[in-house]
């Protein structure tokens, strides 16, 4: 199954390091058969992105909870073997049963540079976005509306270099 984990920069550093990731928690998104009972339609391809936003949201959590956080959403694509649904969190949390091995990352996601400072204000502001401060959630969409770069696993030295 194909799972989108959030990340942060710190952590990208420790998946070139340790050649494995440790998903906080546990926690990944996927399309999940409750996922795709939560929408009325669309194709795979537009709920596993569904998906990969939920884990960039997820991002911003842990950016806020970092000492010296870097700026910037991280989600790692990886095709995972066993994972339980976990439905009773959200219709698309997964949770894994132990580190992802660099060989089954399938993509690394960030944010460009210029969404640092919007991912920074969100970073900021996600619980009162999710207590339904509409101003918290307008920030939230501002960082929101930034795609977030595509990188393969090879690239990692490379990305990592570049911030």
Wanted: proline share 5%; glycine share 4%; net charge negative.
């Amino acid at each position: 199954m194909r799972v989108y984990l959030p990340a942060t920069i710190a952590m990208l550093r420790e998946l070139e390091t340790a050649g494995e990731f440790r998903a906080r928690s546990g926690t990944g998104f996927a399309l999940t058969p409750a996922l795709r009972e939560s929408y009325a339609s669309g194709s795979d391809e537009e709920l596993e992105y569904a998906a990969l936003l939920d884990a960039a949201r997820a991002s911003l959590r842990l950016i806020a909870a970092e000492e010296k956080p870097e700026p910037r959403r991280v989600v790692i694509s990886a095709d995972v073997e066993e994972v339980t649904l976990r439905a009773d969190l959200d219709a698309a949390v997964v949770r894994l049963s132990g580190p992802v091995k660099i060989a089954d990352v399938a993509a690394i996601h960030v944010d460009a540079a210029e969404a640092a400072e919007s991912v920074q204000a969100a970073a900021a502001v996600i619980d009162q976005a999710d207590l339904g401060d509409p101003d918290a959630e307008f920030t939230l969409g501002d960082a929101e509306d930034h795609e977030l770069a595509w990188y393969a696993p090879q690239e990692l030295p490379f990305l990592l270099e570049l911030l």
